[in-house]
């Protein structure tokens, strides 16, 4: 990791893995222009996967002593930067604590913030293309990883808000046990009926396996990061898809190996296939907001929206 130079202008920092490939780097500076944030900029900071604990310290006291660094993004490293330089922030928000992960530092006056706000933003991407009463046929879910992507999924899906449309069961896998375990007993905190199961999966056969079991219109997500910054997918090309089945490929850039999968049963097994574009949309927008102490109304979203959307094609 190499750490920026201290900002000269309003700065916000996109703590990732190969963030010059983000499409943000070429949305931020229209979409800064569309809310009036002019004089703001946007660098990344690239940081190994599971990089050491000294890192993640670093990289957050940085943004803390920097009087124009006013926060970021953080993704693929949510968990790790948590535990690593939790005794840096001086507040976290209720899902920040809940989930122990930071996805989001913010300032305010003059104290250093962690925010989790996938919880949030997955929200109002599912809420896009899940019906309401699709939970009713007794659909169930499986994501696929275990980081806090996953836990926002589940933290959503069993939202007591949601009444009863929820899934009858929730499967969670991961690769590696710890942060399996770590997930059964971050989301063993949730007050729900849902049913959870947690499977070790360190082959894409096993995840195979797992989704043979999955009921009709039952939710697929991969939330493992693959496709993305590291090549593959979470399953096999043999896997089937659940009938009439919903799925979520977290990630819109990279090789997308896991969504071309599912395009492939798309019409066999009237599958609906989503990718993380709204998805990404929105865990910009909430957390450019946060950093820059604005208000994300309907009408700045639906702003950034075209622009993306332009940008897109």
């Given at each position: 990791m190499?750490l920026p130079e201290p900002a000269e202008r309003p700065?916000?920092?996109f703590?990732?893995?190969?963030?010059?490939?983000?499409?943000?780097?070429?949305?931020?500076?229209?979409?800064a222009?569309a809310?009036?944030?002019n004089?703001?900029?946007i660098?990344?900071?690239?940081i190994?996967?599971?990089?050491?604990p000294a890192t993640y310290?670093?990289?957050?006291e940085?943004?803390k002593?920097?009087p124009?660094?006013?926060?970021?993004?953080?993704?693929?490293?949510?968990i790790d930067l948590?535990?690593a330089?939790?005794?840096?922030?001086?507040a976290?928000?209720p899902y920040?604590?809940?989930f122990?992960?930071?996805?989001?530092?913010s300032k305010?006056g003059?104290r250093l913030?962690g925010h989790a706000?996938?919880?949030?933003?997955?929200?109002l991407a599912m809420?896009?293309?899940i019906?309401?009463?699709?939970w009713?046929a007794?659909g169930e879910?499986?994501?696929?990883?275990?980081?806090?992507?996953?836990l926002?999924?589940?933290?959503w899906l069993?939202?007591?808000?949601r009444?009863g449309d929820?899934?009858s069961r929730?499967?969670?896998?991961?690769?590696?046990e710890?942060?399996?375990?770590?997930a059964?007993?971050?989301l063993g905190?949730?007050d729900?009926p849902?049913?959870?199961e947690?499977e070790?999966?360190?082959?894409?056969?096993?995840?195979d396996a797992?989704?043979?079991?999955l009921?009709?219109?039952s939710?697929?997500?991969n939330?493992?990061?693959?496709g993305?910054?590291?090549p593959?997918?979470?399953?096999?090309?043999?896997?089937?898809f659940?009938?009439?089945?919903?799925v979520w490929?977290?990630?819109?850039r990279?090789?997308l190996?896991?969504?071309?999968?599912?395009?492939r049963?798309?019409?066999?097994r009237g599958?609906?296939?989503?990718?993380?574009?709204i998805y990404?949309?929105h865990?910009w927008?909430?957390?450019?907001?946060?950093?820059f102490?604005?208000?994300?109304?309907?009408?700045?979203f639906?702003a950034c929206e075209r622009?993306a959307?332009s940008?897109?094609?």
């Amino acid at each position: 990791m190499k750490l920026p130079e201290p900002a000269e202008r309003p700065t916000m920092y996109f703590i990732g893995v190969t963030t010059g490939q983000s499409s943000i780097m070429k949305l931020f500076p229209p979409w800064a222009e569309a809310l009036g944030l002019n004089d703001a900029v946007i660098k990344g900071i690239d940081i190994a996967i599971h990089a050491d604990p000294a890192t993640y310290v670093e990289c957050v006291e940085f943004i803390k002593r920097d009087p124009l660094s006013l926060g970021a993004l953080v993704t693929t490293h949510k968990i790790d930067l948590y535990h690593a330089a939790r005794d840096v922030f001086d507040a976290f928000d209720p899902y920040a604590e809940s989930f122990e992960e930071v996805s989001s530092i913010s300032k305010r006056g003059g104290r250093l913030i962690g925010h989790a706000k996938d919880p949030i933003t997955s929200g109002l991407a599912m809420e896009a293309f899940i019906p309401k009463g699709h939970w009713a046929a007794g659909g169930e879910a499986f994501l696929m990883g275990a980081g806090g992507s996953a836990l926002a999924i589940a933290s959503w899906l069993t939202d007591p808000a949601r009444g009863g449309d929820i899934p009858s069961r929730i499967v969670v896998s991961n690769r590696s046990e710890p942060r399996l375990r770590s997930a059964e007993k971050l989301l063993g905190r949730i007050d729900t009926p849902v049913r959870f199961e947690y499977e070790l999966c360190p082959a894409p056969a096993d995840n195979d396996a797992v989704l043979a079991r999955l009921a009709p219109g039952s939710l697929v997500v991969n939330a493992t990061g693959l496709g993305k910054d590291r090549p593959g997918s979470p399953l096999t090309d043999a896997a089937a898809f659940p009938e009439g089945g919903l799925v979520w490929e977290l990630n819109y850039r990279g090789e997308l190996d896991f969504m071309h999968q599912a395009n492939r049963q798309k019409a066999a097994r009237g599958l609906h296939v989503e990718d993380g574009w709204i998805y990404f949309l929105h865990g910009w927008t909430q957390v450019i907001a946060e950093v820059f102490d604005l208000e994300m109304t309907p009408e700045r979203f639906a702003a950034c929206e075209r622009i993306a959307m332009s940008q897109r094609k």
